[in-house]
């Protein structure tokens, strides 16, 4: 049995359904080391014979068998892998690939080979010096001849050391001197123990051959033989001249097409500016979001301590749940506290045990109080104790009321109305301070005291703050006979994560069913208005991310216009071995390329405006409002990644599917 052994192939083409048969019946035997010419019409069927022998075919009947073993045309896998180890193809029209250069394309059909990459190298610069072409490695496909595109294409026929070449025409765009060169090549592959098959319809380039076969109407007939062939060695059997296959490492595909996208920039770019705008977009909200967050979170933090939380008695009643918020937030001052309910030692016992608790700080407040400073009077919405959580950072001059009698004074309020520029002197005067309050059996009377002014505070959260420490407002209420029980608690956690645990537990503290007290903590608030911002933001975001889509449509569509730009680029792919998969991968790493390419970009642009942005607010907020953390741009590049994967789905099948020989057919 011959190395070749065609039997009785028959191919029809249909249109509708109406059979055209164009090979009828075609037996061929042919030996390593022979060069057999099959001469024939044009329109005879030639390229249809040499599809079918090159493992493109697969819809045709008759065995075709190599080596003894039989193609089974249902096997794609196979006839992958027989492309990329048995047969090398040479066509009329080069079909080299444009963005590649000589080397390159060269490199190719050797990729898919187990050489290492130095020997592949060598190999490549080695077929390229047998085929005269040593100086033009660098040079592009369009910056070569006719002849020196087809010599590149042997090149590349070569690479794997296929024992089958098949040449289609090989001289069919050629000159008589270049022809006379392809075919000296070809003989030259012949002698070395290859077989080579060559289809023309020029009875001239037969003659280079050792046989000439006939087709005529379907058929071979009329055997012809020229000159004996050189008798060749099996490569089978001598493994030193057989270079082992192996299908693309997903790395070659993700080169090439680099290499694409590398040669067709121009417009690659635009996508790349169009999808990094979306993404750009995004990645701002979502900095713009943390900054914001961050901003108001620092602003509160620094007004109040967020690990401690205020508690006041729980009312049912109106009147005193108005008095009591009234004492937590003293812009809402309007009536006179007299019906503050007040704390037992047990119950800030109660409290100091709760879980998490690190102390408790009883505290007195009082509202509308008047301060006297010589003749003039002003008017404090709230005078309270001194608390551990109130802010050091607060007091302008002077010191807090550490010591007995000692009083700070609100900046805005009393000091500055009080002299605009001299408000500082007022630290060491001495004030009268007083309120009105009711004593035990309900009757007002007014709480009356001399105290020195130990500093200024402009308190942060831009309410008035006057203060005393808690002795002093302990000894002003026992002086007028009113109750010097505490009116509110101070209770600090000992981390900022428990507060909201602690608040609730205290608020359903229960004796006989009846709640005990009300307690409030900024942190809850600081979370709620977190919430709200990371709603803001996302939604913002999510805006932004709808330009994505308009990405990602713009990705299917140039992936699909390079699909069909590159259909003869798939079909010598196919044609060189690689499978299905291996196109689909080629096009998905393109997209997936530019969409990585896209989130590097987004993340400049967001760094450099986040930048220029923060230059700007900063002189308004004093804070970094664009906070780029490295989870968002984790989140880009995901997104990016996620989204060119999406779009390169259906492109990326339509060129994996389909059909080489029509592909290779194409311009
Ligand atoms: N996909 C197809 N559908 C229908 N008919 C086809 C198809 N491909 C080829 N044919 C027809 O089959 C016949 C053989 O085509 P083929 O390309 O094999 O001829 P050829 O001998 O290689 O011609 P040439 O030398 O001009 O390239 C032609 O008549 C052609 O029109």
Known sequence: ???????????????????????????????????????????????TLMNIISGLDRNFDGTVTVHGQTLDHLRERQLDRYRRETIGYVSQSYNLIQHLNVLENVMLALDMTKLGRAARLRRAHELLRQVGLADQVKKYPNQLSGGQQQRVAIA?????????????????????????????????????????ICVTHSEKVAQAANRVEHLVNGQIKN???????????????????????????????????????????????????????????????????????????????????????????YSSNGKDQEE??????????????????????????????????????????????????????????ELT????????????????????????????????????????????????????????????VTVKRQLTVSGIVDSPSGASLNAVNYATM?????????????????????????NEAVVDEINQLKVNGRQQFSANSISTTLDRVNTYVGIATTVLAAIAGISLIVSALMIIVTMFMS????????????????????????????????????????????????AVLNHWLYKIAGYPLVQIHLQSIGMIFILAIVIAWLAAILPARRAARANPIKALAAR
Do not use: C
């Open 385 to 444: 104790t001194w608390t551990s959580t109130d802010p050091n950072s607060s007091l302008k001059v002077g010191h807090r009321p550490s010591g007995n009698n000692q009083i700070v004074l609100d900046k805005r309020t009393i000091a500055q109305k009080w002299s605009a520029t001299n408000w500082r002197d007022l630290v060491g005067r001495t004030v009268t301070v007083s309120y009105q309050t009711a004593n035990a059996k309900g009757k007002p």
């Open 474 to 498: 302990q000894a002003m209420a026992q002086g007028a006979g009113t109750s010097k029980q505490p009116t509110f608690a101070t209770v600090r956690v000992s981390m900022r994560d428990q």
């Open 324 to 381: 009591q918020s009234v004492a937590v937030d003293p812009a809402l001052a309007g009536t006179i506290a007299s019906h503050m309910k007040t704390f037992s030692q047990k119950q800030l016992q109660t409290l100091r045990e709760l879980h998490h608790v690190i102390d408790v700080e009883p505290g007195i407040s009082a509202t509308n109080a008047t301060v006297m400073v010589g003749n003039d009077r002003y008017s404090a919405p």
């Open 223 to 313: 055997e012809h033989v020229l000159r004996p062939a050189t008798p060749a060695q099996d490569p089978a059997e001598t493994p030193q001249q057989t270079i082992a296959a192996r299908p693309l490492p997903w790395h070659v595909s993700f080169a090439t097409a680099f290499r694409h996208m590398r040669f067709t920039w121009s417009w690659n770019s635009l996508i790349v500016l169009g999808t990094a705008i979306g993404l750009f977009a995004v990645m701002l909200f979502t900095g713009l979001g943390n900054g914001i967050r961050g901003y108001i979170n620092h602003q509160i933090n620094n007004v109040v301590d967020p690990q401690s939380i205020t508690v006041m008695r």
């Open 1 to 47: 049995m011959a190395y070749l052994e065609v039997q009785d192939v028959r191919k029809s083409y249909y249109i509708g359904k109406q059979a055209f048969p164009v090979l009828k019946g075609i037996n061929l035997s042919v030996e390593l080391g022979e060069f057999v010419a099959i001469l024939g019409e044009s329109g005879g069927g030639k390229t």
């Open 563 to 610: 699909v069909s730009a590159r259909m003869k680029e798939i079909g010598v792919l196919r044609s060189l071995g690689e499978s299905r998969r291996d196109i689909r991968r080629l096009f998905t790493s393109e997209a997936l390329m530019l969409g990585g390419l896209s989130a590097v970009l987004a993340t400049s642009l967001t760094y450099g405006f986040g």
């Open 156 to 196: 590349r026929a070569l690479a794997g050391n296929p024992p089958i070449v098949v040449a289609d025409e090989p001289t069919g765009a050629l000159d008589a001197e270049n022809t006379a060169e392809v075919m000296r090549i070809l003989q030259k592959i012949a002698t070395d123990g290859r077989m080579v």
